[in-house]
């Protein structure tokens, strides 16, 4: 069974500033995808990008970018220019033969002025 | 307005007692799911339906139950057999299979048993 794993429970960034939370995971499938999601105060999931395992360049969604290794199977979000309403629990999900999603267990980002 | 609707916002019942979840969607999406969300842990798929009259069991099926009568609505039962109840549910849908298509998700019901 796939499993995804987000080492990094908490997070803090500065207004402006630019994180990057860490997302792994294992899988001995070729053809995947991974998405982040952003879950807000009001706990309703956001999609804010994905990657398909079998593209190379790396998703890019305005402020939010992916850095995906698919050897190391590694896929990192990273957040530019951060924003208050950034602010939220972040989950990484992989989705392969199976047919359903897995989550993480969440990164919270705080953002600070 | 298209979206997600699922009621009430928290819900309190004894243990012992079935409850009922509701999901009501409007986008004419084909597939719909049910996820459980415990603190510390992400989301674990508890049904999903892909057409009508037509669901199958995710990650942790056990004591509950749906049904899809209409493409609308997708109702989860959480039933006394359920161990540990109490949890937040988010109900998702989308147009046909992810990834192609995204998922999109209600509010959530946050149950408590007692």
């Known amino acids: 069974a796939q499993t995804v794993t987000q080492s990094q429970p908490e997070m803090s960034v500065q207004e402006a500033e630019t994180v990057t939370l860490s997302c792994t995971y294992d899988t001995s499938e070729s053809d995947y995808y991974l998405f982040w999601y952003k879950q807000p105060p009001s706990r309703q999931m956001i999609l804010v990008i994905r990657q398909e395992a079998y593209k190379q360049q790396n998703a890019t969604e305005n402020r939010f970018s992916v850095n995906f290794q698919k050897a190391a199977k590694s896929f990192s979000l990273k957040i530019s220019d951060s924003q208050l309403g950034d602010a939220a629990m972040y989950f990484c999900?992989?989705?392969?033969?199976?047919?359903?999603?897995?989550f993480g267990t969440g990164t919270r980002l705080q953002v600070t002025l | 307005d298209g979206g997600i609707t699922q009621s009430p916002k928290y819900l309190f019942r004894k243990e012992g007692q079935n409850v009922t979840l509701s999901c009501e969607q409007n986008l004419n999406h084909d597939a719909m799911y049910w996820y459980r969300q415990d603190p510390g842990q992400g989301l674990r798929l508890i049904y999903y339906?892909?057409?009508?009259?037509?669901?199958q069991k995710g990650d942790i099926a056990e004591g509950y139950s749906v049904s899809r009568e209409k493409k609308e609505s997708f109702p989860l039962t959480v039933t006394s057999a359920q161990k540990n109840p109490t949890a937040f549910y988010l109900c998702?849908?989308?147009?046909?299979?992810?990834?192609?298509?995204?998922?999109?998700f209600g509010p959530g019901t946050r149950l408590t048993v007692t």
């Open positions: 339906s892909q057409i009508v009259n037509d669901f």
């Open positions: 999900a992989y989705y392969g033969t199976a047919s359903k999603l897995t």
């Open positions: 998702a849908s989308s147009f046909g299979s992810v990834p192609t298509y995204e998922q999109y």
